[in-house]
């Protein structure tokens, strides 16, 4: 299964990024990558973005980097080349290249994983940090799994405590009805909820095609296995998941009788109730009671077994039906100004509008990016210039250098690329920098509001084609594909 840990590094990030980067466990660097940095100027980057509000860099209890693990199961098919571009596929997901950092795939263990060393600050040079907290590691355990079914590889399903194997998520992909296991839990659920009891739970199986046995576990003692009569091998009840063990098979069951009772004493009760109500109300209020709406959507008519006993049921249903047609009219009405004849053209309309926006938001993060390295090496190269001012007059230029490799490799990886996009490097200033970062600030939050309006498009389109679902029905028409 892919899991992700996350590592605070409060020391200096030179050690840990020379770790991950050791050439004896990523083929020889080739599974290194960088962004906002290169391997040898990140330590000098960062040390930039951290001081960009004044902080001292120095301070031992200041977060410098974090240190994420990204690692997959044994049996997970994926091969280091493809673990890689997971790694940096999850970065961007995460973080929008928002920070600077290296990533690096390991290949020296038994199982393949990814290591992500990353500035605390934003490349902004503002010194804004990240803000580590509980709702970023669900974004990071959220996209790190969506990341990981698009590859084919095991994550952790949360409900069942068990991961899906690749060759059972495979088999799930290829067979539509599911493997062989995805089948026993989804028949092994439809009977827990007609059984009466564990016993009974056996024989409506036995009666479905399932072999039932017994056998004997080291840790859980005697248990129940089940296959399909042209299985091979008997799959135990907890392989299947936590839910479908011996003993929780049996609380399940007892469970939801307790449930169906309480839900028919609920039945009861709401009935007695209602007729309290119905008896103490004047005819006034039993005629108003009538034309309220008690429906939450529009239900299918059968006229095709009409009997004496439905047939009151059934203008009851019509007429709810006709007075919910009447509310999704207002409430179309209310909320997007428009007729329910017109929800069709409406959602054509916010699809429009969200491809646009797709295209806008592309578009500034590019520019983003752009301004992110271009106001990166404005600041390395202004700040670090003085290192190479001493290193011409150091008399003894080697040592110079090893004291303050990183600053110098950094401050000439900016010069590079200052000069390999023509900028005159005197024109470079405080106040120029500031400029860049203010419409750096701009472009974030322009694309903040343009995906906040492309997610409400959404929320409304989702809305809008349940609507037109239930008008659909009403109508008889077919639901044609919005």
Known sequence: MAITKIIKVKANPKACIKYVTNPNKTNDKLLVSCVGCTEQNAPGVFNLALMGNGQKVLDEQVVKAYHFIQSFAPNDEVTPEEAHQIGMDFMKRTFDDKYAFVCSTHVDKGHIHNHFVMCA??????????????????????????????????????????????????ADKKNPTGSNKTKLRKLIDKTIIEATDFDNFLKKLSNQGIEVSSGTSQKYGTVTKYKFHDEKNFHRGYS?????????????????????????????KRKEQARIIRESMSPTERKSDKSKVKIKSIRNQDYQNITKDSIGKLRWTNKQNAMRLQQISDEVKT?????????????????????????????????????REFIENCVTYKRYKIYSIHESKAM????????????????????????????????????????????????????????????????????????????DLYLGRKNDEI
């Open 240 to 268: 299947l998941g936590t839910f479908y063990g011996d003993e929780s098979i049996k609380k399940r069951i007892g469970r939801h009788i307790a449930f169906l009772k309480s839900q028919e004493e609920k039945k009861e």
């Open 396 to 471: 003894d230029k080697e040592k110079y250098y090893e004291e303050h490799d990183t600053e110098l490799d950094a401050f000439h990886d900016a010069v590079f690329a200052l000069e390999r996009r023509n900028i005159d490097l005197d024109s470079i200033t405080s106040e120029a920098i500031k400029t860049m970062q203010n419409r750096l600030k701009e472009v974030e939050e322009g694309i903040q509001k343009q995906d906040d309006l492309r997610r409400q498009n959404e929320r409304d389109l989702k809305e809008l084609s349940e609507y037109q679902k239930e008008i």
């Open 121 to 170: 600050a934003a490349r902004d040079m503002s010194g804004k940090k990240l803000d580590d907290n509980l709702s970023l590691l669900h974004k990071i355990r959220n996209t790190n799994d969506a990341i990981c079914k698009e590859h084919g590889l095991s994550v952790i399903d949360k409900k069942k405590g068990k991961s899906k194997s690749y060759k059972e998520w495979l």
């Open 335 to 371: 909320k997007y100004g428009i007729s329910y004849t017109d929800i069709k053209g409406q959602i054509s309309s916010l699809r429009a509008d969200n491809n646009r926006l797709s295209g806008e938001i592309l578009k500034s993060k590019k520019e983003a990016e752009e301004l």
